[in-house]
Nanobody
Framework: LVKLVESGGGSVQAGGSLRLSCEVS????????LAWFRQGPGNEREGVAS???????RYADSVKGRFTISQDNGKNILYLQMNQLTPEDSDTYFC??????????????????WGQGTQVTVSS
């Protein structure tokens, strides 16, 4: 059983930064792969960044060099540091966990636990 609770969304001007946090509660002998996704109205959910228990990461091309995914294993918190934000980054962001998966992936179908989402709005 995995429980995910996001925080840290908000409004920022283009070029600014935000950091999203996700408290992860999981009952597993090994930490699952975690990820951030985003979704806008009428759009499919898009993988942004993924991190596995070994610290390997994968990013969507649209955020490479601007976003950084990380996890504080002591506090069981997943982060997404977002820099150089643009209006195109405005979406609802979700953290996700893939129980039983131990490699990075941005395929939405591999994730079986989701947070409630947090809104990010970037103004031009």
């Amino acid at each position: 059983l995995v429980k995910l609770v996001e925080s840290g969304g908000g409004s920022v001007q283009a070029g600014g930064s935000l950091r999203l946090s996700c408290e992860v509660s999981v009952r597993s002998y090994r930490k699952p792969t975690l990820a951030w996704f985003r979704q806008g109205p009428g759009n499919e959910r898009e993988g942004v960044a993924s991190i596995d228990a070994d610290g390997d990461t994968r990013y969507a091309d649209s955020v490479k060099g601007r976003f950084t995914i990380s996890q504080d294993n002591g506090k069981n918190i997943l982060y997404l540091q977002m820099n150089q934000l643009t209006p195109e980054d405005s979406d609802t962001y979700f953290c996700a966990a893939a129980e039983g998966l131990f490699y990075v992936t941005l395929h939405v179908s591999r994730y079986n636990a989701w947070g409630q989402g947090t809104q990010v709005t970037v103004s031009s």
